[in-house]
C-alpha cells in the first residue's frame, strides 16, 4: 500500500476531480443531516461522536462514539468532565432509530494503574474472528520524556490507543484492555482518535491522530495488518502532511471510502480520505472589516477531502486545497468525525455538526447507491 519511494503520482485530470467533489459533498450533505444521537446538553462544549458505524452479519447497525462535556484539555479537568463516556448502540431498522447497548465510563478504561482523565475517540471493527474495538483515552502515569517532562501540565496526560478484542459485541464489556499504539516521540507524543479502513487484500488500516507535546498542531497517521495477521506495523507519521491554508494547523484523517468503480472511474481505483481542518489550535481573532468565515479550530474543526490512487495511501492529493470542503451551516461551522458506512444500496453518512445552540450532536445522512453513482457519471 505504500508508494514506491521518489515515485510521485500524478493528479487524475481536473474533470475526474470535480466528480469526486460533487460526490464527497452528496455524502457529507450539511443541508440533509437529520440528528441520531444528541450530546448530554445543548450547549457549547457537548457533543456525541468521534466513532463509527458498521453493519454486523444480521443487518442490524451498530454505532459507536463517545459523549464529551465541557472542559479543556489544556487545563485538565478543571475546566469540566470533558470524554465522560464510551458508547455502542444498535439499530434494527436501518438507522431510523438507535438503543444503547453497552456503556463504559471512565474508570472503566483505566490500564493497570494508569487512570483515565477523559476518552477520546473510537472505533469498531467486525470480521469473522470477532469484535474489536479502539478506543483513545488520555490518561495519567506516563509522563512526557526526559527534559520534556516539565512540559505536562497538572491535572492533564498522555493519550494512547487501547484495543477490547471479544468472540462476539456483547461480550466486548468484559474485554481486557490491550495498548496497540503508544509513541514516546515528543514530535508524535499523543496518538488518539482511531479509525479503522479495511483494504482490497483484507489488510486492516488503523488511522488515528497524533499531537506533538506541545500541543502546537493535529496531525495524522496510520499503521496496518495483514488480512490474517493481529499485530500492526510501526506508524507511519509523515504520510499526510498539513496543508498550507486553511488547514495549515490540523490535518486529521477520519474516514477512507472506495469510490464505486462506475461511470468515469469504471476503470479507476479511487479511494478518498475525508479529514478534519484548521488554521489554528485555538481561535483567530479576524479582522473586523475582512471576509467572516469559519477558520477551524481545535475541538470546532472544518471539513476537508483528497483522495488516492491504487491503494497509494502515502499519495493523497487534496481536492480542497484553499478552503474547506465541509462546514456546518450553523454555529460555528464546525463538521468533523466524518464516517461512512457503505451498504448494497446506499451509504450512511455520520459526522458531528455545530448547532445554533454551540453543541455537536451526530448528525446522519442516507444517500442512495443509485443517486451517488449519477455524480460518477
Not at 507519521?237 to 477512507?256: E, K, S
Not at 468503480?261 to 481573532?285: C, H, M, P, T, W
Not at 471539513?303 to 492529493?317: P, T
Amino acid at each position: 500500500m505504500k508508494a514506491t519511494p521518489n515515485q510521485s503520482r500524478p493528479r487524475l485530470p481536473a474533470e475526474l476531480e470535480d466528480k469526486l467533489v460533487a460526490y464527497s459533498s452528496a455524502l457529507v450533505d450539511q443541508q440533509a443531516a437529520r440528528v441520531i444521537v444528541p450530546p448530554q446538553q445543548s450547549a457549547n462544549g457537548f457533543w456525541f461522536g468521534g466513532g463509527n458505524l458498521v453493519e454486523d452479519e444480521v443487518g442490524n447497525f451498530l454505532l459507536v462514539g463517545r459523549y464529551r462535556n465541557h472542559g479543556d484539555s489544556r487545563t485538565g479537568l478543571g475546566s469540566g468532565t470533558r470524554g465522560l463516556e464510551l458508547a455502542i448502540f444498535r439499530s434494527t431498522d436501518r438507522a431510523q432509530s438507535f438503543e444503547k447497548i453497552l456503556s463504559w465510563s471512565k474508570p472503566e478504561l483505566n490500564v493497570d494503574s494508569r487512570e483515565v482523565l477523559s476518552i477520546e475517540g473510537a472505533a469498531l471493527h467486525l470480521s469473522d474472528r470477532g469484535a474489536e474495538l479502539f478506543v483513545s483515552t488520555e490518561k495519567t502515569g506516563i509522563g512526557y520524556p526526559g527534559d520534556l517532562r516539565d512540559y505536562l501540565k497538572p491535572g492533564t496526560g498522555v493519550w494512547t490507543i487501547e484495543r477490547l478484542k471479544a468472540p462476539s459485541v456483547d461480550r466486548l464489556k468484559t474485554a481486557p484492555l490491550e495498548t496497540v499504539v503508544v509513541s514516546e516521540d515528543p514530535a508524535h507524543l499523543h496518538a488518539k482518535d482511531p479509525a479503522v479502513y479495511r483494504q482490497k487484500n483484507g489488510g486492516l488500516v488503523l488511522l488515528f491522530c497524533t499531537h506533538p507535546y506541545c500541543w502546537s498542531s493535529s496531525n495524522t497517521a496510520y499503521c496496518m495488518r495483514e488480512s490474517d495477521g493481529d499485530i500492526f506495523s510501526p506508524p507511519q507519521f509523515d504520510f499526510l502532511p498539513r496543508g498550507t491554508t486553511w488547514d495549515v494547523a490540523i490535518t486529521r484523517g477520519t474516514a477512507i471510502v472506495d469510490v464505486p468503480q462506475v461511470g468515469a472511474f469504471k476503470n479507476l481505483y479511487v479511494s478518498l480520505i475525508f479529514y478534519d481542518g484548521g488554521e489554528s489550535l485555538r481561535a483567530l481573532d479576524e479582522h473586523h472589516s475582512g471576509v467572516r468565515r469559519p477558520r477551524g479550530y481545535s475541538c470546532e474543526e472544518i471539513g476537508g477531502v483528497g483522495y488516492f490512487v491504487d491503494g497509494q495511501l502515502d499519495q493523497i492529493h487534496r481536492l480542497s486545497r484553499y478552503t474547506p470542503q465541509f462546514v456546518s451551516p450553523l454555529g460555528t461551522g464546525c463538521s468533523r468525525y466524518v464516517d461512512v458506512l457503505t451498504t448494497e444500496d446506499a451509504c450512511f453518512v455520520t459526522w458531528q455538526q455545530s448547532q445554533h445552540d454551540l453543541s455537536q450532536p451526530l448528525v446522519m445522512n442516507v444517500a442512495t447507491r443509485a443517486k451517488l453513482e449519477c455524480f460518477l457519471s
